[in-house]
């Protein structure tokens, strides 16, 4: 099997704005950083990761101890690049093209704290030139990209315009659907999800937030309270 090549975009500066109605700015890039830690944790076994970093944190050292923890093995280098979600992994895909394609290449968001090493193994072996995770509500959680001709458009309703772009270069796109890797964190809803089935650090700095289980279920859906 070829080597995969992690990729991470990951914003801090205004991180996880539709989550302004339940945290504060500084809860918010806390939360970003416990998700990235998460996921870190879920790929780091699949090869070497680059953090794709949108701003240069104020504080210096903020990476450190998230990229040097005990058993994490694999080489973890941040790059760091202004440019927005688009044009920046679309850069880096390029820059792998000149390279020679070394490695195929998994673009994993930064804020899906329920994801395991085991739903990345099983995604890895999902056959397809690319493989995609979708998100829920039709976004793209994940994409495997085997061909290097393929490029991202992300936003919107990106699952179906990725598959069209498969379709479009002649492609393989195979699907990947995954409850753990299609629960993205976006919405406060969404925070639900993460104190039920979450297991890493995301759920520890909730509970630490003061955020609880309610215990109550109404329309479907577990209640959160602070
Ligand atoms: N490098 C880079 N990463 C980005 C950029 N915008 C978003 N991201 C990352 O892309 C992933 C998905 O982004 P969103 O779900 O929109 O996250 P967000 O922008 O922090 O959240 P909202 O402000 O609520 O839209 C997350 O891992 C973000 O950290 C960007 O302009 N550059
Ligand atoms: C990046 C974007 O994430 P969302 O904000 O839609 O979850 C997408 O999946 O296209």
Redesign the pocket.
């Given at each position: 099997m070829r080597s995969i090549k992690v990729v991470i975009p990951f914003k801090l500066d205004c991180a996880k704005s539709?989550l302004s109605p339940v945290l504060s700015s500084a809860e918010r890039q806390d939360l970003a950083l416990a998700m990235l830690e998460d996921v870190i944790d879920a790929v780091s076994g699949l090869g070497d990761v680059t953090i794709l970093l949108k701003d240069p944190p104020s504080e210096p050292g903020t990476f450190d101890r998230l990229i040097s923890r005990p058993g994490i093995h694999s080489q973890i280098d941040i790059l760091d690049c202004p440019l927005e979600?688009d044009p920046a992994l679309n850069l880096l895909i390029e820059a792998e093209v000149k390279r020679g394609w070394p490695s195929d290449l998994l673009i994993a968001?930064a804020?899906l704290p329920l994801m395991t090493p085991s739903d990345l193994e099983e995604m890895v072996g999902t056959p397809g030139d690319v493989v995609i995770a979708p998100?829920r509500?039709?976004?793209?959680?994940l994409i495997l990209i085997r061909n290097p001709k393929f490029r991202v458009s992300?936003?919107?309703l990106?699952?179906l315009k990725h598959l069209q772009m498969a379709a479009d270069l002649g492609l393989s796109a195979g699907v990947f659907e995954s409850f753990r890797c299609g629960s993205?964190v976006?919405e406060p809803s969404d925070l639900v999800e993460v104190m039920i089935h979450g297991r890493g650090r995301t759920p520890e700095l909730l509970r630490s937030l003061g955020f609880s289980l309610s215990g109550v279920r109404e329309r479907s859906r577990a209640e959160i309270s602070r």
């Open positions: 539709r979600l968001m804020d998100g509500g039709g976004g793209t959680n992300y936003y919107g990106s699952f993205d976006d």
